[in-house]
């Protein structure tokens, strides 16, 4: 019993190796593009008076999870959504063709999975019995910084398609939980998720971000109207840890999604 602890230890070692390795390989690409579009940035010189856009948006989401199945089983995705306000701007003046936004969304997820309920009378036996079912709702603020590339020039043709990618910075907010057994509430409770890799504190780290998206553009008024279909790829997992969990609990996401949306020129 004592050698299938020791190798089921060293098998989690090894797999949490693995995926730090990966994580850091995602981040260090990630640095090396963002560095590329700073200099590409830093190289060009902007208009005077850069023409400004304001941008909403309202989306759904099609959540998808990995997570430590040693201590956890059976994620199912809940209900997740997404709403944002940006500023955009055109960087090639009356082109109308390259942009760049930056804003404020907040973001929704839910989802539930199987795990260990530890009482205070109860031992830490990791025996594969989990039977208490957790049902997670999520917040977070996202920051988004992104660059978007029209193949038609919004101020001269009636529609137009695009895409773009960017870079999310992810802020972890305030969350709640449930737990239950044999559809019996056993626990409510509240927790502040963090990051398993933090990026400049433990409750930020970051999406990669890619879009297509489709827009009705009004030449000669002001106000536009878009749909995307967009993706994007956490970076670091969350930590789920309270007294009567098991360690080690952590779930990663990545998610497509559809949005709907509008935007003004300023």
Known sequence: MHNVQIVTWAFQKQN????QMKKLV?????????????????????????IRFSKWTAGIL??????????????NAGISFMSGF????????MKNKNFVSVGAEYLYQSFSFYSYYFTQDTMMLYNGKMDYRYHLKINELNIPLLY?????RENNDVSSV????????????????????DGMNIKLDKFRPEFKIPVLNRYGNSYAHLSIGFQKNNPQGKMRFFVELFARYGFS???????????NLYFGNYFLGFSVGMKWRR
């Open 148 to 152: 978007k590339h029209s193949f038609g």
């Open 237 to 247: 997992p969350l930590m789920f840890k309270k007294n009567y969990t098991a360690n």
């Open 16 to 19: 949490l190796l693995l995926q």
């Open 62 to 75: 099609l959540q998808r999870y990995y997570y430590n199945s040693f201590h956890s089983r059976d994620v």
């Open 162 to 181: 695009y895409f773009a990618v960017g870079y999310i910075y992810r802020i972890l907010l305030p969350s709640s939980f449930a737990v239950n057994k």
């Open 26 to 50: 995602l981040h260090i690409v990630l640095v090396f593009w963002l560095l590329s579009v700073t200099s590409i940035l830093a190289c060009y010189q902007p208009p005077k008076n850069p």
């Open 86 to 93: 940006y500023q955009e701007f055109a960087v090639d003046g």
